[in-house]
């Protein structure tokens, strides 16, 4: 770690939530900007008007046909109306952003412009001076909103019953085209092209050497940092490794039974609720008009993965942000840019195409219960440097809200081994 941690170049805060989604494409400048979250009350009254004329679609009544395959019942279509009712009725009635502005606002932001793209993070730093860095990154459809819940045990383990050699300083970015980062500006902005964002991120903060964690796209970005700067990554820490068969039959054919069952679920999985993948990764902006109209839209089309299993203030306030910012457009164009990139570091598989190359650097993997469910013998194959595996009982897709001890523990003995 270089002497200086603290951002570098701060100048005044940006006040206006409205200058940053309206904010062009410019020439690089490394300044870093105070960052505080202000949203103007006409937006929020905006809000509250749209959700009181709310047209509710229809549906079948429940019971009509029967779930396909491990859906709760009365999901068997998608998200049903009731939940959405449920959660607009609370959004307008009790829901109370500026309680959540404000904690957000508890913690240091800032704002930078890298690669053209404006980003928006937080930097938290731990009170032991010897913290290892860490940059977290969430996916979709998240936002800094889903590392709140472990900001306080990763950078003070000391008042959370932990040992302070455990401490990390926190870098929390905003994906480009996601919440407070705005939207992009431009094509391109892949996991590949994120990851080199972070990369020189971490480097205008004065990080030499550092880890990576992910979850959901995270855990697609942060091996790529990895790979993009692996003279100052000391490991990656991710919640899915996302390995799946090459097309070789011997692959198959060496798996145990267990690992057939996971793979016969993630193949369940995307014929029958991979909707939001295929459209994103296809024609994102068909959707994207609906989005930016309907808050009851968004909340509808983001509660497929956030579903009636989380809190519903922890759904309400990741939605909200994409509400704010107007980034549900290109957050969505994410998944079709990575869908259409090709990888940084290739290699022939012998068979007449190109696959990425192993990553090299230190990788652990935290595998939660309710998770898509990482096979061993895939991921050996794209990382070749895998030093910790765990597997959890407990803890869904989003670990680090719903299970953040199991994560925080993880992370403290993965890093243990790297640091």
């Given at each position: 770690m270089r002497d200086k941690i603290t951002p570098l170049q701060v100048d005044s805060p940006q006040a206006d939530i409205d200058d940053l989604a309206q904010q062009p494409t410019m020439a690089n400048d490394?300044?870093?900007?105070?960052?505080?979250?202000?949203?103007?009350?006409?937006?929020l009254d905006d809000l509250q008007e749209r959700l009181a004329r709310t047209r509710w679609a229809e549906e079948l009544p429940a019971g009509e046909s029967a779930p396909a395959g491990p859906v709760p019942p009365g999901w068997e279509y998608g998200v049903p109306v009731g939940y959405v009712k449920q959660l607009v009725e609370r959004w307008r009635t009790s829901y109370d952003w500026r309680a959540w502005e404000a904690k957000l606002n508890a913690y240091p932001q800032f704002t930078t412009e890298i690669d053209g793209q404006h980003i928006h993070f937080l930097h938290v730093l731990s009170p032991e001076p010897d913290a290892t860095p860490l940059i977290l990154t969430h996916g979709w459809p998240t936002t800094v909103v889903e590392w709140l819940d472990v900001i306080g045990p990763l950078t003070d383990p000391a008042a959370h019953g932990g040992d302070p050699a455990d401490a990390f300083h926190l870098v929390i970015p905003s994906v480009p085209g996601f919440g407070f980062s705005g939207p992009t500006r431009e094509p391109g902005w892949n996991r590949y092209r994120v990851a080199r964002a972070w990369a020189e991120l971490m480097r205008r903060l004065g990080y030499d050497r550092y880890g990576a964690v992910g979850n959901d796209g995270g855990s697609l970005i942060s091996p790529e940092v990895g790979r993009v700067d692996p003279g100052h990554v000391c490991g990656v820490h991710v919640t899915q490794v996302f390995s799946f068969p090459s097309g070789d039959p011997a692959e198959l054919a060496g798996l145990?039974?267990?690992?057939?069952?996971?793979?016969?679920?993630?193949?369940?999985?995307?014929?029958?609720?991979?909707?939001?993948?295929?459209?994103?990764?296809?024609?994102?902006?068909?959707?994207?008009?609906?989005?930016?109209?309907?808050?009851?839209?968004?909340?509808?089309?983001?509660?497929?993965?956030?579903?009636?299993?989380?809190d519903p203030e922890y759904v309400l306030t990741n939605v909200m942000i994409y509400w704010l910012t107007n980034t549900a457009a290109s957050?969505?164009?994410?998944?079709?840019?990575?869908?259409?990139?090709?990888?940084?570091?290739?290699?022939?598989?012998?068979?007449?195409?190109?696959?990425?190359?192993?990553t090299t650097v230190p990788l652990g993997l935290a595998n939660f219960a309710w998770d898509f469910q990482s096979i061993r013998a895939f991921a050996d194959r794209d990382?070749?440097?895998?030093?910790?595996?765990?597997?959890?009982?407990?803890?869904?897709?989003?670990?680090?809200?719903?299970?953040?001890?199991?994560?925080?523990?993880?992370?403290?003995?993965?890093?243990?081994?790297?640091?």
């Open positions: 490394s300044t870093i900007t105070s960052f505080r979250i202000d949203v103007p009350q006409a937006d145990t039974e267990e690992e057939r069952g996971k793979l016969a679920f993630a193949e369940w999985f995307t014929q029958n609720r991979g909707a939001y993948d295929k459209l994103q990764s296809t024609e994102p902006q068909n959707l994207a008009h609906a989005l930016a109209d309907s808050p009851a839209g968004l909340l509808g089309w983001h509660a497929q993965l956030l579903g009636a299993s989380l957050a969505a164009r994410f998944y079709y840019e990575d869908a259409a990139a090709a990888p940084v570091q290739q290699k022939s598989n012998g068979r007449g195409t190109s696959v990425p190359e192993p990382h070749t440097n895998i030093l910790s595996w765990n597997v959890f009982d407990r803890g869904g897709h989003f670990a680090a809200h719903d299970a953040p001890d199991l994560l925080v523990g993880d992370i403290r003995q993965f890093f243990a081994k790297v640091r």
